[in-house]
């Protein structure tokens, strides 16, 4: 039997998802990339080195690795070939990269795009990345837009550009940009083709072959968060894909049937970084503690991510919709020092206690965290490695995470290395 693992965000995002995925990278025979593109940003650290993927697996630094960007990403040429010199540069040159046919292309008038929708929406903006994330999989479903498979047959890519810039020219030019060059998008792409084109592969063929095979390990990772989600998340202020485990089948070409167990990966308060609604956001100093204490800005923007305390409210909700069976509970060091704090176990909307969040954000805006309040621990626990080593407070929070979310915590993250890095339910070593 193979053994798979799915790391889900389970908030808005930049939980340390790509820590846990590194964390189990190193005995993965293979790592896939299931939604969403280079709008991620996922840090790795090891070894004293600080790395930031955008759009290619964090199974990158182990040679021995697969990775494989499947058919359900939206994939940027020019951004994966940045990303590549990026990590040629830090010495990263020995790895196994597969790009599917299937994926999602993102052009040159999807960031345009996505620039101009931000500016006309004003004050209302989501905050995207405007990396073309939206319009990119807007076109994959009008299905107009062009994939990574056709970068291997030039004449039919050809073909595919210019149908597609036939209607996107007059739209860039309805928003006042300049209209773009059949020529010279053609040219470019073909460019990046030579150098992608050997990674370009049915992958999902690859992916069923580890499954099928004896020993093999087969992580999936997610981006984005749970709250971010297109289905479930807090729409409009989402983004284009689902993070959910449930969409590994589709955006890695798997039968359902391989999916058993997924990690939501949590901090141990809340961020988010764009607009939208976070019920349990902090506008004092206490927040602020927090950003600065957990290096909140960006991987990809450097924008202040906003802070907020844990919010089991969501945390049931996702870990129900995204099949999480085990927390990985992330930062938790930044919260020592606090005298207390606080978890939000329920919402009261307009005088009225409710458990899960309401699906308009006018009334999720509404919503006031109802709080309990936990006493807080002094001590540094950056170099703890065992449970039950930790404070007994630090203990009792997580606990009480456990107890009011219903899913256990299967691993603690004290600090940003691949080493601090605690197993509490040894079930999780299976893989
Ligand atoms: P991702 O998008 O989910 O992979 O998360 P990001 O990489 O965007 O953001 C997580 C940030 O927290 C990164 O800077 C990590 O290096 C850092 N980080 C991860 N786990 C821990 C932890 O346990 N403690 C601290 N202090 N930092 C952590
Ligand atoms: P990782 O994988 C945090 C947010 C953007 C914006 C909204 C829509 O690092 O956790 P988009 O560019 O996707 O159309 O933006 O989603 N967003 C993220 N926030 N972490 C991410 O990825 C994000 N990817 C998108 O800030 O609010
Ligand atoms: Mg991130």
């Known amino acids: 039997m193979s053994e798979t693992l799915v790391v889900v965000g389970s908030q808005w995002g930049d939980e340390g998802k790509g820590k846990i995925t590194d964390y189990f990278a190193t005995r993965a025979d ?14 790795v650290v090891f070894g004293g080195n600080k790395y930031s993927l955008q759009s290619i697996p964090s199974g990158i630094f182990n040679p021995a690795t697969v990775n494989v960007m499947g058919n359900g990403m939206v994939v940027n040429p020019v951004s994966v070939c940045e990303e590549l010199d990026r990590l ?11 790009i599917s046919t299937r994926a999602a292309m993102v052009m040159p008038w999807h960031a345009m795009l996505d620039g101009a929708y931000e500016e006309q929406k004003g004050k209302d903006l989501i905050g995207t990345t405007k990396k073309g994330i939206g319009p990119a999989y ?21 073909e595919r550009l210019e149908a597609a810039l036939e209607v996107k020219n007059m739209e860039l030019k309805m928003l006042g940009l300049e ?11 073909m460019k990046l083709a030579e150098r992608l084109a050997p990674m370009i592969t049915d992958t999902s063929r690859l992916v069923n072959d580890a499954l099928r095979e004896d020993g093999q390990r087969v992580l999936f990772e997610g981006a984005q968060g749970m709250m971010l989600c297109i289905e479930h998340g807090t729409y409009p202020f989402v983004t284009s894909s689902s993070p959910s485990a449930s969409s590994v089948p589709v955006g890695a070409g798997v039968a359902p049937k391989w999916i058993r167990t997924a990690v939501g990966v949590a901090k141990a308060y809340c961020t ?6 976070f019920p349990t956001e902090l506008h004092d100093e206490i927040g ?97 490695k065992e449970f039950d080593n ?29 080493e601090q890095t605690i197993i509490v339910d040894p079930e999780l070593n299976k893989f």
């Not at 293979?30 to 840090?43: K, L, P, W």
């Open 30 to 43: 293979m790592v896939v990339r299931y939604q969403g593109g280079n709008n991620a940003g996922h840090t």
């Open 272 to 277: 988010r970084v764009g607009s939208g609604p």
């Open 138 to 158: 807007a076109d994959k479903y009008s299905r107009t837009g062009l994939r990574m498979g056709d970068l291997l047959e030039p004449d039919y890519f050809r």
């Open 288 to 384: 602020d503690g927090i950003r600065e204490r957990g290096h909140e800005y960006g991987t990809v923007t450097g924008r202040p991510r906003r802070i907020g305390w844990f919010d089991a409210v969501v945390g049931r909700y996702t870990a129900e919709l995204a099949g999480i069976t085990h927390w990985a509970v992330m930062l938790l060091d930044v919260l020592s020092g606090l005298d207390t704090i606080k978890i939000c176990v329920a919402y009261d909307l307009d005088g009225r206690q409710i458990q899960s969040p309401p699906s308009t954000i006018a009334s999720l805006s509404r919503c006031k965290p109802v709080y309990i309040e936990l006493p807080g621990w002094k001590e540094d626990i950056t170099g703890i």
């Open 390 to 418: 930790l404070p007994e407070n630090a203990k009792a929070y997580v606990r009480k995470l456990e107890e009011i979310t219903g899913v256990p915590v299967g691993m603690i993250s004290v600090g940003p290395d691949r």
């Open 88 to 98: 040629h540069s830090r010495g990263i040159t020995d790895y196994k990269l597969f």
């Open 179 to 189: 209209p773009l060059d059949a020529d010279a998008v053609y040219e470019q792409y």
